[in-house]
């Protein structure tokens, strides 16, 4: 299975973030699939990822909930990218978060990312790169947990497996 451990949008959010117009013809991403993800993990076999889930319920356990800003809707990963999406600010919880979870994945025996994490919620998968101008935010979200989720090959939406709430 194609897997990944996420910081979920909640509802009222993700209808606010729903809301935003997206350039065309950009195909958007489904209200209730919305999530800032913390560590894309590839395929993996579904007894090595229970096995990985105790060690994820402590993390979650010893790190406090927070919130985040979500500054500005825009191209991502740079101005003419090909992704919309809300940018996180990368407030020191959250980067201690990330930065904790992939000491633990790594006990594990997941090569770390190679890329730089820049948080970011996708509202959008566009074909070409766009010139259209960001949307400033704020908007705010609330880490309260942590969610491992499944991306069905199928291209369906994504799947929860397993959720931890925060301390």
Same mark, same amino acid.
């Given at each position: 299975?194609?897997?990944?451990?996420?910081?979920?949008?909640?509802?009222?959010?993700?209808?606010?973030?729903?809301?935003?117009?997206?350039?065309?013809?950009?195909?958007?991403?489904?209200?209730?699939?919305?999530?800032?993800?913390?560590?894309?993990? $590839?395929?993996?076999?579904?007894?090595? +990822?229970?096995?990985?889930?105790?060690? /994820? %319920? @402590? !993390?979650?356990?010893? =790190?406090? #909930?927070?919130?985040?800003?979500?500054?500005?809707?825009?191209?991502?990963?740079?101005?003419?990218?090909?992704?919309?999406?809300?940018?996180?600010?990368?407030?020191?919880?959250?980067?201690?978060?990330?930065?904790?979870?992939?000491?633990?994945?790594?006990?594990? $025996?997941?090569?770390?990312?190679?890329? +730089?994490?820049?948080?970011?919620?996708? /509202? %959008? @998968? !566009?074909?070409?790169? =766009?010139? #259209?101008?960001?949307?400033?935010?704020?908007?705010?979200?609330?880490?309260?947990?942590?969610?491992?989720?499944?991306?069905?090959?199928?291209?369906?939406?994504?799947?929860?497996?397993?959720?931890?709430?925060?301390?």
């Amino acid at each position: 299975m194609r897997c990944f451990i996420a910081v979920p949008v909640p509802p009222a959010l993700a209808v606010t973030l729903g809301q935003q117009a997206v350039p065309d013809p950009g195909r958007r991403s489904a209200a209730t699939d919305l999530h800032l993800t913390l560590a894309f993990l $590839g395929e993996r076999d579904r007894d090595w +990822a229970r096995r990985l889930w105790p060690a /994820l %319920a @402590r !993390l979650a356990a010893a =790190t406090p #909930a927070f919130g985040l800003t979500l500054t500005e809707i825009g191209p991502f990963p740079h101005r003419e990218g090909r992704i919309w999406a809300a940018r996180a600010e990368p407030a020191p919880p959250l980067m201690g978060l990330h930065r904790n979870l992939w000491r633990c994945l790594e006990e594990s $025996g997941v090569a770390g990312e190679e890329r +730089a994490f820049l948080p970011h919620v996708t /509202l %959008a @998968r !566009l074909p070409g790169p =766009t010139r #259209a101008a960001p949307v400033p935010g704020p908007w705010h979200l609330p880490v309260t947990e942590l969610v491992f989720q499944e991306s069905p090959p199928d291209g369906g939406g994504y799947r929860t497996l397993k959720r931890w709430a925060l301390q």
